[in-house]
């Protein structure tokens, strides 16, 4: 019986293939977590003693400037060095729950690469934000037994030094990963970087920056000596699977390669900062972030810009109706950057996050040990997310990709494949393995099935081969 996914044909003259991969194993399930453990630089403040001294300072933090604090700091950062992944932390995702989940992404971008992609052509599978390199691992598996290996190379964008060890020790051939060599100095007046100079890094030394400290004791132009040193050659890590694959990783989407690439973003966007704004009879305020002595020490809460902010001038029109807003610049920003690489170079993207497209106004909230607790009660112990607007991703990118979706989940994963992909799994795997699949399934496509949405981005000069040749999972065009 030959496989077919749903709204689209196969482009492959070996369907046998695709049936082979759904005949294939499982991958055994574990929720341990890496043996690799990153201290931070040694910072007698806690992220909430160093936002409280900002706010000392400079008053009250829009709420963008608090998640970037509270996630992403160098010195403490809630991503930056410890794993949050998996039962013993704060949440987990689709790809660490079931391998189907990946199988099925694999499977997708397959299918859609064979219709304007030939497989000996050199392609970039590039991923934002790769948490534990679970989801990749599984693309990949699907990639080369679909695709084969010729001319693939991943390109990892990940800040966090913990995950990107993570990451190489589940990716890459054990010894093959590599640091660069070279190490980023500035040279500074005062508090103000004038510039950076490249230097190579000797043997006698540790390539550290040099420069004065800012009078703001939480603050320095040093770069944390525990961090990867930014490199001349733009990726600071690499790495090679098994297979000869060559694995890269980089601070931003700016650094990778422009050529040909797959983009996967799966709840990467949801976690990127946002600004609040609501209206007032004096117009758009933005929401921010200020101390609550009344709750205690590591408390914060919310306040009304008493006037206009730069931001609320710049994403808020007078005439706009709603009454509460939030907005992800940066969301808007990267997925125009997806777009022109699309248009530029050709390749697919494929979004995977929490959101909506109607709007909604107050989604900033936290998890931690699985639970929804106050995003503004002891920052940089929880994670912090807002819903992904995809009606403001679908605008930013209009004028260079196609957007397909938002699908949900539980209909995106069905239309592809899943349950002829179970099904062939139940019937290889142990009888103990077996209802870990099943409970599995059942998360992926019930309890996550409708929360979670798919959005896809092609570029602009496949609209008419894309209508002829309708795009798995999504409405046709």
Request: charged share 25%; net charge neutral; proline share 5%.
């Amino acid at each position: 019986m030959a496989m077919s996914i749903r709204s689209t044909r196969i482009f492959n003259s070996k369907r046998e293939s695709f049936l082979m991969f759904f005949k294939k194993g499982a991958r055994l399930l574990s929720a341990s977590s890496s043996k690799y453990t990153i201290k931070p630089q040694k910072n007698h403040m806690t992220i909430a003693e160093q936002i409280r001294a900002r706010i000392e300072v400079r008053g009250p933090l829009s709420v963008a400037d608090y998640m970037r604090a509270v996630l992403t700091s160098p010195s403490g950062g809630y991503y930056m060095y410890k794993d949050v992944l998996g039962r013993q932390g704060d949440f987990t995702t689709s790809p660490e729950i079931s391998q189907l989940f990946g199988d099925m992404v694999g499977v997708w971008y397959v299918n859609e690469l064979k219709k304007f992609h030939a497989p000996s052509q050199p392609l970039q599978l590039v991923e934002l934000g790769p948490g534990r390199g679970t989801l990749i691992a599984d693309v990949l598996n699907v990639f080369k037994l679909l695709r084969g290996k010729e001319g693939l190379s991943v390109h990892l964008v990940e800040i966090s030094p913990e995950f990107s060890r993570i990451q190489a020790e589940k990716l890459c051939q054990k010894g093959t990963v590599q640091q660069a060599s070279f190490f980023v100095e500035r040279e500074v007046s005062g508090n103000i970087a004038k510039g950076r100079k490249y230097g190579v890094k000797n043997d006698d030394t540790e390539g550290k920056v040099t420069g004065k400290k800012s009078s703001f004791s939480t603050i320095t132009v040093e770069r944390p000596s525990n961090l990867v040193k930014k490199t001349e050659s733009k990726h600071y890590q690499e790495g090679v699977m098994d297979d000869g694959t060559p694995v890269y990783w980089y601070y931003s989407l700016s650094e990778v390669p422009n050529n040909f690439s797959c983009f996967l973003a799966h709840e990467f966007f949801d976690a990127l900062p946002v600004h609040k704004f609501k209206k007032t009879p004096e117009g758009w305020r933005e929401i921010l972030v200020t101390t609550d002595t009344d709750r205690g020490p590591d408390c914060f809460k919310f306040v009304i810009s008493r006037f206009g902010t730069p931001a609320s001038k710049i994403f808020m029109k007078p005439w706009d109706e709603r009454e509460e807003v939030e907005v992800c610049p940066d969301s808007g920003l990267i997925a125009q950057q997806i777009a022109a690489r699309l248009e530029a170079q050709g390749g697919a993207a494929l979004i995977i996050d929490y959101g909506s497209e109607d709007e909604s106004c107050d989604t900033f909230r936290a998890f931690k040990q699985h639970q929804q607790v106050d995003p503004l009660v002891s920052p940089g112990t929880a994670d912090l997310t807002a819903d992904v607007d995809f009606t403001y991703l679908r605008n930013a990118v209009s004028d260079k990709a196609l957007a397909f979706g938002p699908v949900s989940q539980s209909h995106f994963l069905k239309e592809v494949g899943i349950d002829l992909r179970l099904k062939s799994l139940l019937e290889q795997c142990p009888n103990e393995q077996k209802s870990q699949l099943e409970s599995g399934y059942k998360m992926l496509m019930e309890s996550m099935g409708e929360r979670f949405k798919f959005f896809a981005l092609f570029p602009n000069i496949l609209k008419d081969h894309l209508q002829k040749f309708p795009v798995a999972g999504f409405p046709k065009l």
